[in-house]
């Protein structure tokens, strides 16, 4: 079987029916190879799905700015209210914690829609290259245009890579990476401090008791190391090295002197 | 257009993935290399310092192969056709290779300056204490990081140096990698997480390369099917790309803070045990290799070491091709280990 050759079966192209390269293979197939009407339907169909997605990204509160939210979420007026109501009574280190929480989870959707949002716009990108591509190919004599499901796919994975490179290339794509990364962080962190007071009201070990005793664990091997690399054994091991080494040069020069003579 | 009879192809297709999936399932997938060692002591925490003899009694020199954290070594002895180790071991070279093994919840508080001034610095005595002289460092990526700071901090240690696919440079205009990592608050992830999990890492990686390692890699397998020796190879691969180690918190976000955003090895600036590295301390012969179409260690970031080391023995290799490549292309096999073991026996 030739390299590609599966990739084209039957089964394989109704199966892909789902995917956009299944759709937009059943379009040209339609419109006779050449990219006509119906391929023009299908790429406006792919594209109102990305939009529908990209829409409903933007209901996320604050998605459609681009940096950091504020704070929080709240109006401005409501927000030091809030902070000063979880600083009274009883439960007021709980009632931080879980404010904590809430801002820090606004913070990573945020983060996640905007990261999304980009990805979307590179694939939305990605379709617009390749239909250009294809009317470019009919238009000139000279280029051939897919004849298989799999250089369509071919066609679709170049076309989609190189528009994808230019969104990792980016500095937008980098700080969404980094408000992604540093959000997620922070919510992991979030919900640790939750578990850690839940744990320790029940008297029972927490990370902060974990992570202690492996620092002690940590700083006590390191110490011993420190203490055996100074040791006399380990002076004389190098010593020892050195001179096997001298001893190795001496008798290759002795070597090279019975040669000459 | 190229017609085919409905249903035709369902058989066929559906045969040959059935046959791969069967063949594939009879494999073994071992993951500790096609070349046989033996254990010869314990650097650190959970690490294994290999030891693989060499083919015939030439007297070369050892060398040691200290490779990156970040994956697991057997690449560069995937099968006996395309192994590295074993090319060395059939030049004659008793080889090492300091295993950093799989790091556990404490050791999240190991550093860069354990990694490097403890950890491969006493590899590198042992090194020398059984075969009698400093070996050859052949530093893997990161792990070429590693052999440079090595080098610089404690130079008797060290022979000479090859480095493949090393950064050396952080800041170069195509580093992808490099641009995600600028605005990463490194020590507030591994303060959170701890050890960073490599299913974390490896996604990092493949949103570098998501098209070709996800949509497109696995489209041929059922091609596969009768060729036994290819899917083995490629079983092998796939376990490797994905079979990596957690992430010692602390050297992670040193490495991430220091090289990365800082670049803190071209500069100057990265200390360890409060000693700063610096490139221009290193005088050994140098052997720099790097691949020209590297997508995680570019070519200009890996080409950086020459306007920087003080060694006059410095040479290059080019070669044409991926970060991978370098380890497992045939090109490499035939062209370039040659070229690096002729200048080891040099």
Known sequence: MASGEAFDSDWILRMSDATPVGVLWRALEADGGTPGPACAAAFGSLRAQLDTTLAGLNTVPGAARTGDPPEDEHPNWLAPWLQTLARLGPWQHGLERTQGLQIALDRYLHAHAQCARILLESARTGLDTLEQHLQTAAQDPQQSLPESYRALYEWWLTDSEACYEQTLASQQWASAFGRLTNATTELVGRYQEQLDAGLRTLDLPNRDDFLDTQRRLVELERGQRRTAQGDELAALREEVARLREEVKALRAERTAGRREQ | MAESPPGSGLTDWQRRLIETLEQGAELPVDTRGATPFTLHAEPGPGMHLRRYAPARSTGQRPVLIVYSLVNRPFILDLTERRSLIAALTRAGHPVYLLDWGYPKGADRFLGLADYIDEFLAAAAAEVATSEGASPDLLGVCQGGVFALCLAALQPHRVHRLVN???????????????????????????????????????????????????????????????????????????????????????????????????????????????RPVHLGNIEHPTLNVYAEQDHLVPADAARALRDHIGSTDYGELAFPGGHLGVFISRRAHAELLPRIVAWLAE
């Not at chain 2, 992808?176 to 490896?202: C, H, K, P, Y």
């Not at chain 2, 996800?214 to 190879?233: C, I, S």
């Open chain 2, 164 to 274: 493949l696919v090393t950064p050396v440079d952080f800041h170069t205009p195509g580093d992808n990698l490099s641009r995600m990592a600028q605005e990463v608050d490194f020590d507030q992830a591994t303060q959170t997480l701890g050890n960073i999990s490599a299913e974390w890492l490896n996604g990092v990686f493949v949103a570098l390369k998501p098209y070709r390692l996800l949509a497109q890699r696995y489209m041929d397998l059922p091609e596969l099917a009768g060729h036994p020796e290819a899917l083995h190879d490629f079983l092998r691969l796939e376990r490797w790309m994905y079979d990596s180690p957690d992430q010692a918190a602390t050297a992670f976000a040193e490495f991430g803070r220091e090289c990365y955003q800082r670049n803190g090895l071209l500069r100057g600036t990265l200390t360890l045990n409060g």
